[in-house]
């Protein structure tokens, strides 16, 4: 199976403008989460997704948005960037089913380094 | 309110021995826990998990320990290989919510 797949891998914005990033899961994966990793901060839930509905979110400001497709892929949007959105953003798959236990362990892609200047 | 630290930011352990990894958690609310480790430009790699029913799991040289009384978690690497040297991060969650709570992560280096 191929693993989770994110585009673009590097991306450099400026000040006020807005992103959208991509994130394609394992196949047959229907839910996917997102994470932001700064030195700072480390590794922080953004949100999931689950059947194009939004089911968690962590606490990040409205300008961090998200959406998912029928397909299964995600995408994520910050709009009016600041410097401080500089990180590395990681989207993470499982197999979670509707009713099933989330013991499951999700799995990342290789990330979206994001550059603001 | 980092309700996952990991206090070490680094350790180096020598090939062949032992490494211990340590995490600490404050919400009891978690029910389980993972282990992550990461390298250089890619995403975290699931690594090994515990519910919280279980005290301790093993997957051939990794094992976590869970010590629920002292909300504390613990990965053992044996033996310790020079490829294991990566950032290890570790995670706890809670049943129905798919969010993770990450650690700050540990460097670890293997030295030969």
């Known amino acids: 199976k191929a693993g989770v797949t994110q585009t673009p891998r590097y991306l450099i914005k400026t000040r006020g403008q807005q992103v959208t990033l991509s994130c394609s899961p394992i196949?047959?994966?229907?839910?996917v989460s997102w994470y932001q990793q700064t030195p700072g901060q480390g590794l922080q839930f953004l949100f999931e997704y689950f059947s194009e509905t939004q089911r968690n979110k962590g606490n990040f400001p409205g300008r961090f948005s998200g959406r998912q497709f029928s397909n299964s892929r995600s995408e994520m949007n910050v709009s009016t960037l600041e410097l401080g959105d500089s990180a590395l953003y990681l989207c993470a798959s499982n197999s979670l089913k509707a009713g099933g236990h989330s013991y499951n362990e999700q799995f990342f892609g290789p990330g979206t380094r994001l550059t603001v200047l | 309110d980092q309700q996952v630290k990991q206090n070490s930011p680094s350790l180096s352990v020598q090939e062949g021995r032992i490494s211990i990894l340590n995490c600490d958690y404050t919400n009891s609310m978690f029910d389980y826990f993972l282990w992550y480790k990461k390298y250089p430009a890619e995403g975290p790699t699931f690594l090994i998990s515990i519910s919280s029913i279980k005290d301790k799991n093993e997957d051939g040289r990794f094992t976590v320990f869970l010590n629920k009384s002292a909300k504390h978690l613990s990965l053992h690497i044996v033996p310790s290989q020079p490829g294991d040297s990566a950032v290890y991060f570790c995670a706890a969650g809670m049943q129905g919510a798919q969010k993770l709570v990450f650690g700050q992560g540990t460097r670890l280096t293997i030295n030969p």
């Open positions: 196949s047959g994966h229907r839910s």
